[in-house]
């Protein structure tokens, strides 16, 4: 399988972490990606100032997918993901959009082609490479281990886009953590937001909205939380010490990105999967692993 | 006989109420019952007080001018939870996203990031600045050390045909 990959900016200036671990576990498991020509943001903070614009940027990426001859991309980010999506969907129900938006691209001397298939992390692994064949490719599966997941909100919402998994009950991330032979736990805060949105206009707020889901998580006395989109990242790893100054509670809770868990249990050196970049204190997980 | 709103004075104003409505793509409002489901699982709501039902309320009323002039409509956190329960599909966080389309064209008062993402992206394409991280053991690291491919920025006609998207009247 090959595919194109949109990074979105997010992943490209700061959360390398994923980059790195997404460029690791895909090849191992058969998954061939090929970088866009251009990197270019989805869109998603213009969707506030002017939606045709925020659409245009996101029929561009699509377009830079078209350049590669693919007609499958992947799209790393809850965010860009949502994005893309729905200027897609936007664009499928309104002509005259898509018109405007193809007359522009074509200024750029790009095509707008309405047949790629948009995929996350979460949707690739468990549908499409399956449960089955990452079990079998497991080197070092898991024991003892509790973990939490946080799937995201705008990967999963909402449904008219057709999302990667149900909008009320998300079980996938569970799935593929349990695959590895690791168990989840259930919790009421699972589907709360990590607030990151919310950086551009009330970082109090965001940060509040993080430390209280980690505060919560760490009375469970999880091993660690696990997701799957940049921005939850940044709030639940980068600003991890700052969202407990928010919620007056000391955290320290390890997060990792679920393509660094898959890596781990692939054999895949903490290194070479940004381990070392995360700011939350990994090593606590890292010594329960086998060794 | 008209609507009043005896604390501003505020008055409904059919324009900027079709504005919304197009930009929603819509003909009319939808009818929204307050049967608060947005508010109740709304992400703002408890942090930064956010009652998206009662947007829905003001936007229908007609109070279009005094929302788009509000911080409020700020405040939304993007988690599109009322917008997968709302059981009249009206989507108060669509409903927001046009009242903050409206505000930008009035040159409101719009949060500083919103508009710096823009800018940035119109100077390289990324709406972020790429960073060095420290890492716990306090080492530093960028995309060269890290070996990480080069980001290949967009060709010059891109800040011509996005800027020319940013400017096209929207409707």
Redesign the interface.
């Known amino acids: 399988m090959k595919m194109a990959v949109f990074w979105g900016c997010r992943i490209l200036t700061s959360q390398y972490a994923y980059e790195m671990s997404v460029r690791q576990v895909f090849p191992k498991l058969g998954v061939e990606l090929v970088d866009l020509r251009e990197a270019t943001c989805c869109g998603g903070p213009v969707k506030s100032i002017n939606a045709f614009a925020a659409d245009y940027l996101a029929a561009r990426a699509l377009a830079l997918a078209n350049l590669t001859g693919l007609t499958d991309l992947l799209v790393p980010c809850n965010r860009c993901h949502f994005t893309i999506s729905e200027a897609k969907h936007r664009m499928e129900i309104n002509e005259r959009l898509r018109l405007r938006i193809g007359e522009l691209l074509k200024e750029d001397g790009l095509e707008y082609d309405p047949n790629i298939n948009i995929w996350h992390v979460i949707d690739l692994l468990h549908d499409a490479v399956g449960l089955e064949k990452i079990k079998e490719t497991v080197k070092k599966p898991f024991k003892g281990l509790e973990l939490a997941s946080h799937t995201g909100c705008q990967i999963i919402r909402y449904s008219d886009l057709g999302r990667v998994d149900d909008a009320e009950n998300p079980r996938k991330l569970d799935e593929l953590i349990n695959v590895l032979g690791a168990e989840t736990v259930d919790y009421s805060e699972k589907l709360d937001c990590c607030g990151a949105v919310l950086t551009y206009s009330h970082q109090d707020a965001a940060l509040s909205l993080a430390g209280s889901k980690i505060k919560a998580l760490q009375g469970l006395n999880v091993d660690a939380l696990v997701v799957c989109c940049p921005a939850c990242q940044m709030m639940f790893d980068s600003e991890q010490k700052d969202a407990g100054t928010a919620v007056g509670a000391k955290l320290d809770l390890p997060v990792l990105y679920y393509t660094q868990l898959l890596g781990l249990a692939l054999d895949i050196e903490a290194e070479k999967l940004g381990l070392h970049l995360n700011q939350s204190l990994v090593d606590k997980l890292l010594t329960k692993l086998p060794a | 006989m008209s609507l009043i709103d005896l604390m501003s004075m505020a008055k409904p104003e059919k324009e900027s109420m079709r504005k919304v409505l197009a ?1 929603l ?1 819509r003909s009319e409002f939808i009818d929204c019952f307050q049967c608060l489901k947005c508010t109740s699982g709304c ?2 709501l408890k ?2 007080e956010l009652k998206p039902h009662e947007i829905m309320k003001l936007v229908r009323l007609g109070f279009v001018n005094e929302l788009a002039a509000s911080e409020i409509i ?8 009322c ?2 329960r709302c059981p009249q599909k009206g ?1 108060p966080y669509h409903v927001i ?2 009242l ?2 409206l505000a ?1 064209e009035r040159e409101a008062k ?2 500083e ?3 710096k ?2 800018s940035q ?1 119109l100077e390289n ?7 060095k ?1 420290t ?3 306090m ?1 530093t ?1 960028d ?1 060269t050390s ?1 070996k ?2 080069k ?5 010059e ?2 800040q ?3 800027l ?3 400017e ?1 009247k ?1 409707e």
């Open positions: 930009k793509g992400t703002a942090l930064l700020w405040t939304c956190a993007t988690c599109l939870k917008v997968q989507s996203m046009a903050r389309n930008v719009v949060p990031a919103y508009l993402a823009v992206i394409g990324l709406s972020q600045t790429i960073q991280i890492t716990r053991k080492e690291f995309r890290l990480l491919p980001i290949s920025a967009p060709k006609s891109f011509t045909v996005f020319k998207a940013l096209e929207q």
